[in-house]
């Protein structure tokens, strides 16, 4: 970074833009020019995400990634039945969690994700409103009670989700479309993540 240079600094609600004045080999001095506060959200919902784990753990990272910079709060990863990934590995957990700190700050959010990568469903589902993007014809922006302020959407993985997923879901869910295509696990995360925000938040 250069004298004069624009950088922002920031937390939850709050971002400062700062010009830089000086620096030196520990340090960077610079004046505020512009505060600017988050705007409060439309709906009080948190949405989150839990993932059937890819078969590979870069199409994780660019889930991760592209979730991130949408502003996807929470994310979860769990092996689904068909899932070849089944075991957490930290270093690559560890991985993911500084390509989303860098998502983050090259999209200027103000949120670290939550990501987790849970083997058991239940410990997902606890306490939330159950929606599945399924092969339906459901509307997602009818399906919505106004009483809910968490929702849990499950995304499958390739070719869909069997009957023993839908059982450890329990029998209380909702279904909502993506589409009539088979689409590949990680883009329909990224579809999945791009209308909840345009639909909830907006």
């Given amino acids: 970074m250069k004298i004069w240079d624009i950088i922002f600094v920031q937390k939850e609600h709050i971002r400062h833009k700062i010009q830089i004045d000086s620096r030196d080999n520990q340090n960077i001095f610079g004046t505020i020019i512009e505060t600017i506060e988050s705007e409060s959200e439309a709906k009080d919902i948190t949405c989150s995400l839990a993932i059937a784990m890819p078969n590979k753990w870069d199409k994780a990272e660019l889930i991760v990634q592209k979730l991130s910079e949408i502003w996807i709060k929470k994310i979860y990863f769990?092996?689904?039945?068909?899932?070849?990934?089944?075991?957490?590995?930290?270093?690559?957990?560890?991985r993911i969690?500084?390509?989303?700190?860098?998502?983050?700050?090259?999209?200027?959010?103000r949120f670290l994700p939550e990501i987790k990568f849970e083997k058991d469903i239940s410990n997902i589902i606890k306490w939330k409103n159950v929606i599945v993007f399924d092969k339906t014809d459901s509307d997602m922006g009818k399906i919505i009670e106004n009483n809910w302020k968490e929702l849990l959407w499950i995304i499958w993985p390739e070719w869909?989700?069997?009957n023993n997923d839908y059982i450890n879901f329990w029998d209380k869910i909702k279904t909502a479309s993506l589409g009539d295509t088979v689409l590949r696990t990680e883009t329909a995360s990224i579809i999945a993540a791009w209308l909840l925000q345009n639909h909830y938040f907006n």
């Fill in 78 to 94: 769990r092996p689904s039945e068909r899932s070849i990934i089944r075991k957490r590995n930290e270093k690559k957990i560890e």
């Fill in 97 to 109: 969690n500084k390509i989303a700190k860098e998502a983050v700050e090259q999209s200027r959010w």
């Fill in 160 to 162: 869909w989700l069997t």
